[in-house]
T-cell receptor, first 116, second 117 residues
């Protein structure tokens, strides 16, 4: 079974500062993918960044980077130079690599509020 | 990029009626689509996996006779909430995987907010 844990229900960050959103995971799959999604108040799920379990380097996408520590089973999202438009719910998710585990399993989410 | 269209974006219906929600992959073929449900301030919970040309696979605790899923083509999956009741009021969102492999991201529709009165 796969499990995603996000321990921060809510986070505040000042505009232009960096913020780290925590995510830990548990799986018995040897190969898996980790994803981060942003959900604004309108409800759509916006894909941000992906990290494969065998990737040697941490993933980066613009202002988003993923701090992947495989031994610790953590995949924290770092948002640099926060903007007001970054205020949203952020979900960490995992996808296994075998059979029905190809579905995405989500964490409980972190609500990020960017302040002036 | 891959686009998933979901319709309607919101619907209000009376208790006892049925509601159909459509999920389309616009620029790619999706042999598998996923249906999620999200209650306010909660995470997305997978309801079922929709497989083109075969029966859907439902998650434990999801009533297959209440939430009918049809995936008749490679670009369309539908979720029908039958005999809806107020407790079915929720945000339903579908997703599809762009066929680059199992670790390609799921692309989501914009969701359907269902209110049953």
């Amino acid at each position: 079974a796969q499990k995603i844990t996000q321990t921060q229900p809510g986070m505040f960050v000042q505009e232009k500062e960096a913020v780290t959103l925590d995510c830990t995971y548990d799986t018995s799959d040897p190969s898996y993918g980790l994803f981060w999604y942003k959900q604004p108040s309108s409800g759509e799920m916006i894909f941000l960044i992906y990290q494969g379990s065998y990737d040697q380097q941490n993933a980066t996408e613009g202002r988003y980077s993923l701090n992947f520590q495989k031994a610790r089973k953590s995949a924290n999202l770092v948002i640099s130079a926060s903007q007001l438009g970054d205020s949203a719910m952020y979900f960490c998710a995992m996808r296994g690599n075998t059979g029905t585990a190809s579905k995405l399993t989500f964490g409980t989410g972190t609500r990020l509020q960017v302040t002036l | 990029g891959a686009v998933v269209s979901q319709h309607p974006s919101w619907v209000i219906c009376k208790s006892g009626t049925s509601v159909k929600i459509e999920c389309r992959s616009l620029d790619f073929q999706a042999t598998t689509m996923f249906w999620y449900r999200q209650f306010p301030k909660q995470s997305l919970m997978l309801m079922a996996t929709s497989n083109e040309g075969s029966k859907a696979t439902y998650e434990q605790g999801v009533e297959k006779d209440k939430f009918l899923i049809n995936h008749a083509s490679l670009t369309l999956s539908t979720l029908t909430v039958t005999s809806a009741h107020p407790e079915d009021s929720s945000f339903y969102i579908c997703s599809a995987s762009f066929p680059r492999g199992r670790n390609s991201p799921l692309h989501f529709g914009n969701g359907t907010r269902l209110t049953v009165t």
